[in-house]
């Protein structure tokens, strides 16, 4: 039977570290390992950690989700890495069915299902843009682009993740900034290489942010700084090359983001649209100046 390492980034969640790993621990075999990157909590994070048994709590100085899931790679000692995030709770039967398809040597890596509750789940059609995709019901196997596991469930095989191969610190979140599409990246990598990358749907956690996450003002925040992410993915990837119209998609970006401002002339929904295409636009336009593109990010009014 193969190792497993289960890890889980943290950053100032202490009120929700608690419940993940209570529901973590239920699907733990007796030679699993649970390692808790603490990413520089101010909180009790520390204390949540302590007041388990089985986890083992590893500090991270380095800011950024990147940077915390490669610490928890290099801690790790299981034959499969799995990840989870600190604002959801497994299923009963999860870990199992996440680390099932392993048994076939072509599998690469999983992804499971990601179901949302509590203020996550009222986010309706105005999350579309900013929120976990769900999958669905039925497995199948990852065909690319868009459509790769997700990095709050999903488990990597160690063997693949060689110095050169791990999360790229330019993407994921950090402090001020939801660049996420660090994962995304990095299994872009493997499925270019011919691995297969397997969706469990029976795999199940459900995602629990904090209420201050959907408020209208923090999804136009998220979906502007999730516009940086997406776009420095794809020229990561050597999908976006510099263009002499760039400056124009920008100033075309801003118009009706502006315009919402001002009037409330269209939906949220349009408005997210708007505000994630104005962070893709000004990030293209910037590349590869990643941190002055972090800077505007991080303090242009949205």
């Not at 603490?38 to 800011?63: A, I, L």
Request: charged content about 20%; some cysteine.
């Amino acid at each position: 039977m193969q190792k497993i390492s289960v890890v889980v980034c943290t950053y100032n969640r202490a009120q929700l570290l608690s419940a993940c790993l209570e529901s973590i621990c239920t699907n733990l075999l007796p030679d699993c390992q649970l390692l808790v990157i603490d990413n520089g909590s101010t909180d009790d994070t520390k204390q949540v950690v302590e007041g388990f048994r089985r986890p083992t709590y590893v500090p991270e100085s380095r800011p950024g989700q990147s940077s915390a899931r490669n610490a928890g790679v290099a801690a790790s000692t299981g034959d499969l890495i799995v990840f989870t995030d600190d604002d959801v709770v497994v299923d009963p039967g999860w870990l199992e069915a996440l680390t099932e398809p392993f048994e076939d040597p072509r599998v690469a890596a999983t992804g499971g299902r990601i179901l949302h509750e509590g203020a996550s789940a009222n986010i309706g059609e105005h999350g579309s843009l900013v929120e976990l995709i769900d999958y669905g019901e039925s497995p199948f196997q990852f065909a690319g682009g868009d459509n790769l596991p997700i990095g709050a469930n999903m488990a990597i095989r160690r063997s693949l993740l060689e110095a050169d191969q791990l999360f790229d610190p330019r993407l994921g979140n950090t402090r001020g900034l939801a660049l996420a599409n660090e994962e995304f990246e990095m299994m872009h990598r493997l499925f270019l290489a011919g691995h297969r990358l397997m969706y469990c749907p029976t795999a199940v956690v459900r995602h629990r942010p904090l209420p201050g996450r959907t408020t209208s003002k923090a999804l136009r925040r998220a979906a502007f700084h999730h516009g940086f992410g997406m776009a420095r993915r794809h020229w990561i990837q050597g999908e976006l090359q510099p263009s002499p119209r760039q400056w124009k998609r920008m100033v075309a970006a801003a118009r009706p983001v502006i315009a919402t401002r001002i009037r409330r002339q269209y939906s949220l929904e349009q408005e997210l649209s708007a505000t994630q295409q104005l962070g893709w636009s000004i990030e293209e336009w910037l590349m590869p100046r990643v941190n002055l593109a972090n800077t505007i990010a991080r303090y242009f009014p949205v």
